[in-house]
């Protein structure tokens, strides 16, 4: 009897012993930038990711606001302690950028006024994956750093044209980390490229459905992910949807209980003696589950990775209720509205006018595609006039792109199914010029008609009045006057007006 209550004690010591495996954090927060848009969320967003991974038996190393000397200090901690750690896992919010499609997050302090800045003030994002596989077995990488970055955009314009078009918005894709271990997972807050939102609440949305799902009992990190990537799709109406690429050998599990924790048997034991272990991929080969999960992501990403009708049909004959089922619909709805609507425009344009791609409406336009277009003011006003006469309102052109015709550009892109970005990508441009050609010519004329008739009114005007002059002197200015309209002075408006129309009529060609 005594020997039987020793053995039932002893397993109620070993079920009840914290897990085993090595875990550590890197958990880092910027919002108070001193150069560039402060963020409300990511240190709110860094801390409560803290307290939660603390909570999962996480050895935390976390910094918020930090300065490029501190965010290095905190990254050398971090790798110092994540030696032979079983996992390793990163959580980054804060501003983040690409250029050249490599991935740079940026300290507080960063203020990037030349390109040669990138390597001096900011944090190479390959930099710290390289610390994160020093003999670890798991890597977990999430990163809430997709925002709208105004230090990028004013970095492209100091760059050169050819250099100023690798600076893209968001971050790019990351590849998978290959360290011979158990594997890695990778985690944007939205699509490479993509821009994320920060939200109304305390914390982004991106970050408010991790902190819900992470710890949630029994769930494997991949369907942790997929939980999240459905939360955030359907909170922000479906325009941020997460991005994740994994390669695992098996599921991970950041909470396994009791019940499900996998039996290791000493020989010899019986079922009722049996330890139970709280490693962090269980097992070591894949499961049935996890090869499932495997070969659909593979499937869904090259879908993804050709953006085709086709290829998300594929995706939906092979998974008609599969994870990615209702976005692979919504994709293929969208195609087909965008298709038929530019056989539409096609049809009722000029020779047809020029087709858009599947990969060119892909392509979001930012200051750097608009920037390659070598628009002078009077391009840019053209572009204002076309905006106008398809519906978008700009006011009068004049050449200046400020906040309204942003917003026209926007309000076109989002009418014809593009990224709304507020800036134009060249294949965009040729299609609102081919949309509206017929009414620009016209438009055209009725300019011209309306400057010849203004020049008409001027030229009267400065006709000498039959007055009687005041004085001598007003006699003598009147009549230097009239020498100088006799002598072509009279043409300078006309040259000028010949100029703006001529300014015109160029982008028309063009």
């Known amino acids: 009897m005594f020997r039987k209550l020793l053995v039932g004690f002893s397993i109620l010591l070993v079920s009840s012993a914290p897990a085993l495996a090595k875990r550590v954090a890197l958990v880092i927060g910027n919002s108070e930038y001193a150069n560039t848009v402060v ?44 030696k032979g750690a079983d996992i390793a896992l990163l959580f980054y919010a804060g501003h983040g950028m690409q250029i050249g499609g490599q991935n740079y997050l940026v300290p507080v302090d960063a203020s990037l006024q ?10 190479p994002m390959d930099f710290i994956l390289r610390q994160m596989t020093n003999d670890v077995k798991v890597q977990l990488v999430f990163l809430d750093a997709c925002r709208d970055n105004p230090l990028a955009r004013s970095l492209a314009r100091r760059m050169s044209p050819s250099r100023s078009a690798t600076v893209g918005q968001g971050l790019a894709e990351i590849k998978l980390i290959e360290t011979g271990g158990s594997g ?12 994320a939102l920060d939200g109304d609440g305390q914390n982004s949305p991106f970050t408010t459905a991790l902190l819900k799902h992470i710890d949630e009992p029994n769930a494997s990190i991949q369907t942790v992910m997929t939980r999240v990537t459905g939360d955030v799709f359907s909170e922000t109406d479906r325009r941020q949807r997460p991005w994740v690429n994994a390669s695992l050998i098996g599921e991970v599990f950041l909470n396994k209980t009791a019940k499900q924790q996998v039996a290791s048997l000493e020989p010899g034991t019986t079922d009722t003696q049996s330890s139970t272990s709280t490693a962090a991929v269980a097992p070591s080969v894949p499961t049935n589950a996890a090869l499932a999960w495997e070969r659909e992501k593979a499937v869904w990403d090259a879908a993804e990775g050709t953006g085709s009708k086709a290829a998300y049909e594929a995706y939906l004959r092979a998974y008609p209720t599969g994870t990615f089922s209702e976005i692979a619909r919504e994709k293929i709805s969208k ?63 004049d050449g200046v792109h400020g906040p309204k015709t942003r917003r026209a550009v926007t309000a076109w892109q989002t009418a014809n199914e593009f990224a709304p970005t507020g800036y134009f990508t060249a294949p965009q441009y040729r299609l609102l010029t081919d949309q509206t050609q017929a009414q620009y010519v016209a438009w055209l004329q009725e300019e011209q008609r309306r400057i010849a008739a203004k020049r008409r009114v001027v030229s009267r005007s400065s006709t000498p009045q039959n007055n009687p002059p005041r004085n001598r002197n007003t006699r003598q200015n009147q009549k230097a006057n009239n020498n100088n309209n006799n002598n072509g002075g009279g043409q300078v408006p006309a040259a000028l007006i010949g100029g703006v129309i001529g300014g015109f009529i160029g982008g028309a060609i063009r």
């Open 335 to 397: 195609i087909t509205r965008s298709a038929e609507k530019t056989q539409n425009v096609a049809s009722t344009s000029p020779n047809n006018g020029p087709q858009i791609s599947a990969e060119d409406r892909q392509v979001p336009g930012t200051e750097a595609t608009e920037a390659q277009l070598g628009w002078g003011r009077s391009a840019r006003r053209e572009a204002q006039a076309r905006l106008n006469l398809a519906g978008f309102n700009t006011g009068r052109p």
């Open 39 to 82: 963020l409300p969320n990511p240190v709110n967003d860094a801390t409560a990711m803290a307290t939660k991974l603390r909570n999962l038996g996480f050895d935390v190393v976390a910094g918020y606001d930090l300065d490029l000397m501190n965010m290095r200090k905190t990254v050398g901690k971090f790798a110092r302690t994540a």
């Open 184 to 195: 890695s997972v990778i985690a944007f807050s939205t699509s490479p490229g993509d821009v």
């Open 114 to 123: 030349d390109e040669t800045d990138l390597d001096f003030e900011t944090m």
